[in-house]
């Protein structure tokens, strides 16, 4: 358990670096804006989280490693939420039927967002998966 943990967190770590690669042209900016419908049906705005840490982590149900790193994801939501973490997790698939599927299996306990039309994700410069 404990190599799988590692491993994981070694995923979630060059994510996070590749992501940092990929949006080093932002850097220094402020976060752009965005609203996107939630799972909960309401919608969530970014500006909401002001002055809070928060991740955005976009995912897609096709790649195999998105998948691979929502349990970890959602462990350091529940350990870190009550210090002021917060993990927004983009959803750009074209069926968010199937991200409701995939969220409820997993037990996913943090907000995710449906980017149906892909505009959160070009404003995010997102490339590829993951």
């Known amino acids: 358990m404990k190599r799988l943990k590692t491993s994981l967190l070694g995923i979630l770590l060059g994510i996070i670096a590749t ?3 990929a949006a080093s042209d932002l850097a220094g900016q402020m976060a752009p804006d965005f609203a996107l419908r939630s799972s909960t049906g309401e919608n969530l705005r970014l500006s909401e989280y002001r002055g809070d840490v928060v991740m955005i982590n976009f995912w897609a149900t096709w ?3 998105c998948r691979q790193e929502m349990p970890l994801l959602n462990e350091l939501f529940n350990r870190y939420q009550r210090v002021g973490f ?5 959803n750009i698939d074209d069926d968010s039927r199937r991200a409701m599927q995939m969220i409820e299996d997993l037990g996913v306990s943090f907000p995710i967002l449906f980017d149906v039309t892909k505009e ?3 404003l995010y ?5 993951p």
Do not use: R, Y
């Open 19 to 21: 992501s940092s690669l």
């Open 86 to 90: 917060n993990l927004l997790g983009v």
């Open 63 to 65: 790649c195999g490693p």
């Open 120 to 122: 959160v994700s070009k």
């Open 125 to 129: 410069q997102v490339e590829a998966m």
